[in-house]
């Protein structure tokens, strides 16, 4: 079983406040990513990270920013939430070595902007 | 460039009935290949996977067979269940600096009692 977290699950916030989405992996990943899913459930990702230090923009252009000081932990920050912000964000991690490359999700975190 | 393409959900079954889900794919190189589960509030888990041609993945009593000739990795299910309603999508990645995986546009599927 995935160990990989995320807080919170719901969050419904104004328009205009920051927010921080948690996420948290035990088991060791070097690789992080942080994937937006839409209504029609298309995943698009955003951010991602290859280690500690590192982080990248994704395919999607989003306002969010990421960060990477600790290798269990990949927040990502709205620093002014606004109502196109709404949707579902899912955080994932895989190991660097996997010639695999399966990537373990979290179960996500459904976040409206009123 | 790299891209997955699965047809078009929603897709609606009667219990016990036979299941197919097509996907196709775009790779250059040998690409390894997925498929991801989503169950309602749920993120993805991987249901299968195949990493060369002629490799068949299998799960959960579906399976999936990379077809490198066709460029298909379609997923198959003999008789489903009220359970297995849910997302799946097909996947791929390929061995480049990147390897980011590449996700198909997801398939709903319901199953009827």
């Known amino acids: 079983e995935a160990d990989i977290y995320q807080t919170p699950r719901y969050l419904v916030i104004g328009t205009g406040k920051k927010i921080t989405l948690e996420c948290s992996q035990t088991?060791?990943?070097?690789?992080m990513y942080w994937y937006q899913q839409d209504p029609g459930m298309e995943l698009h990702l955003i951010h991602y990270?290859?280690?500690?230090?590192?982080?990248e923009k994704g395919d999607l252009s989003s306002e969010s920013t990421v960060s990477r000081i600790r290798t269990e932990h990949f927040p990502l920050t709205l620093e002014s939430a606004r109502p196109s912000h709404t949707s579902q964000y899912l955080c994932?991690?895989?190991?660097?070595?996997?010639?695999?490359?399966?990537?373990?999700f979290g179960p996500g975190t459904r976040l409206t902007v009123t | 460039g790299n891209s997955v393409t699965q047809m078009e959900g929603p897709v609606t079954l009667s219990e016990e009935a036979f299941l197919t889900i097509n996907c196709t794919y775009t790779a250059t190189g040998y690409p390894s290949l997925f498929w991801y589960v989503q169950y309602p509030g749920e993120g993805l888990q991987l249901l299968l996977k195949a990493t060369k041609a002629d490799d068949k993945g299998s799960n959960k009593g579906f399976e999936a067979t990379y077809r490198k000739e066709t460029t298909s990795f379609h997923l198959e299910k003999g008789s489903v269940q009220v359970s297995d309603s849910a997302v799946y999508f097909c996947a791929l990645v390929t061995m480049n600096r990147d390897d980011k995986i590449i996700f198909g546009k997801g398939t709903r599927l319901h199953i009827l009692p």
């Open positions: 088991m060791g990943h070097d690789k």
């Open positions: 990270s290859y280690g500690v230090n590192s982080t």
């Open positions: 994932a991690s895989s190991e660097s070595t996997s010639v695999n490359y399966e990537q373990y």
